[in-house]
């Protein structure tokens, strides 16, 4: 009896465990090792050779596909933030009634309930060269010819990925500033406390934690994204992802195995440098 009470724990935990380990440690297991085979261009054979992991250390094309990856990432995450933050805000202090709450996070989340690429091509008629946009500043007499950069650039890009990830930092914003006590900010009124001293003092630093969780759900779908660069940036703007999808398309297992064990390092020490920054724990 004893004994099956000891073992109870460990029975409980084995099936979470085994999904673990074939449904995350294995599949990285096999990537890293395909990462170090041979490929002569074409076929691969197991082997050991750093030959992949040299090339994306010293080749410049490599070098600014990480460097551009990295640049959506933060412009992406930078433009979350200022939207989601005062969104966030307005539904969780200057909404007083639960239900309106509700009902308004329910608003924005519903563009989410449709395909990731639907909402993407939905873009186009807006965006393009005879699109709404284009056509209204023509109609307006603000430019003369229909404006390139709306589309097929990284403007399009990073527009489709916040419109995709926006709500990943809504969320855990909003979330963090509905447990903020009330009374903190009672008081810090009472003691005569600006509304910016507020924020600066009170609001923001509580809310960190939800702009962490956002970061880190922001930062690693798009250090990982390619269809929306593929669609939105025409083949013009390019990131790891997409160079990882054209490897296996081109059958270069090894190499796209190196990039991806390459990029899910650079992601888990981003992730690391926030969690060192912020401590997320109470919002878990």
């Not at 999904?19 to 050991?48: C, D, E, K, Q, Y």
């Not at 880190?216 to 798009?222: M, N, P, W, Y």
């Amino acid at each position: 009896m004893t004994q099956s009470k000891a073992l109870r724990p460990y029975l409980l935990a084995a099936p979470q465990t085994l999904v673990f380990l074939f449904g995350l440690v294995l599949p990285i297991a096999v990537i890293l090792i395909v990462s170090f085979w041979n490929f002569n261009g074409i076929a691969t054979t197991p082997g050991f050779t750093l030959r992949h992991y040299i090339g994306i250390f010293t080749s410049p094309a490599y070098l600014s596909t990480y460097v551009n990856t990295l640049k959506f990432a933060f412009l992406v995450w930078l433009v979350c933030v200022l939207i989601s933050y005062p969104v966030a805000y307005c539904l969780a202090f200057r909404i007083k009634s639960t239900k309106w709450q509700t009902i308004l996070f329910l608003i924005c989340t519903v563009p989410f309930l449709t395909s990731n690429i639907i909402r993407m091509i939905s873009w186009i008629p807006f965006l393009g060269r005879e699109g709404l946009i284009n056509k209204a500043l023509m109609g307006l007499q603000i430019v003369d010819r229909p404006v390139e950069m709306f589309l097929f650039s990284d403007f399009a890009v990073i527009l489709a990925m916040v419109h995709l990830y926006c709500l990943f930092m809504i969320a855990p914003i909003f979330n963090s500033m509905m447990k903020i006590d009330r009374a903190l900010i009672s008081a810090a009124e009472d003691l005569g406390a600006s509304a910016f001293n507020i924020q600066k003092r009170i609001i923001l630093p509580l809310s960190a934690p939800g702009i962490a969780i956002g970061t880190i759900f922001v930062v690693t779908l798009v250090m990982g994204e390619f269809a929306t660069m593929r669609l939105m940036s025409g083949g013009k703007s390019s990131s790891v992802g997409y160079l990882i999808k054209n490897q296996i398309d081109s059958l270069q297992y090894p190499a796209a195995a190196a990039n991806a064990i390459v990029l899910l390092t650079l992601t888990l020490l981003i992730v690391f440098a926030i969690l060192r920054v912020v401590d997320i724990r109470k919002q878990l």
